[in-house]
């Protein structure tokens, strides 16, 4: 008789504490500032949808350290040109096919 007193109670009182967990997300919802597309007001993060910010965020901080490899790393090496090595030889090709054609029309 007590065990079931006792659950009666336990289950009342499961029900009154997932009654006010369901009202205060109820309550949550509505008087919050409604959620917006980043584009709709692309200056207030604060509006925007979770979604929305938090692809927003990750590419910003992929931006970021991927511009911060390339401007640290170094990159390939200059020649004493001031250009890179594959464009100088794509312009000593293309001036030598020029000269070649000069030569079989003359």
Same mark, same amino acid.
């Given at each position: 008789?007590?065990?079931?007193?006792?659950?009666?109670?336990?289950?009342?009182?499961?029900?009154?504490?997932?009654?006010?967990?369901?009202?205060?997300?109820?309550?949550?919802?509505?008087?919050?500032?409604?959620?917006?597309?980043?584009?709709? +007001?692309?200056?207030?993060?604060?509006?925007?949808?979770?979604?929305?910010?938090?692809?927003?965020?990750?590419?910003?901080?992929?931006?970021?350290?991927?511009?911060?490899?390339?401007?640290?790393?170094?990159?390939?090496?200059?020649?004493?040109?001031?250009?890179?090595?594959?464009?100088? +030889?794509?312009?000593?090709?293309?001036?030598?096919?020029?000269?070649? +054609?000069?030569?079989?029309?003359?």
């Amino acid at each position: 008789m007590a065990s079931t007193m006792a659950a009666r109670q336990a289950a009342s009182l499961l029900r009154l504490s997932s009654s006010r967990s369901v009202s205060l997300i109820q309550r949550r919802d509505h008087h919050g500032s409604p959620k917006v597309d980043f584009w709709k +007001d692309p200056y207030s993060p604060s509006k925007w949808k979770e979604e929305h910010f938090v692809i927003i965020s990750l590419s910003g901080w992929g931006l970021l350290i991927f511009g911060g490899y390339k401007a640290f790393s170094g990159g390939k090496k200059k020649d004493e040109h001031g250009c890179h090595s594959s464009l100088l +030889d794509f312009r000593l090709k293309c001036t030598n096919a020029v000269e070649h +054609d000069r030569n079989l029309i003359h």
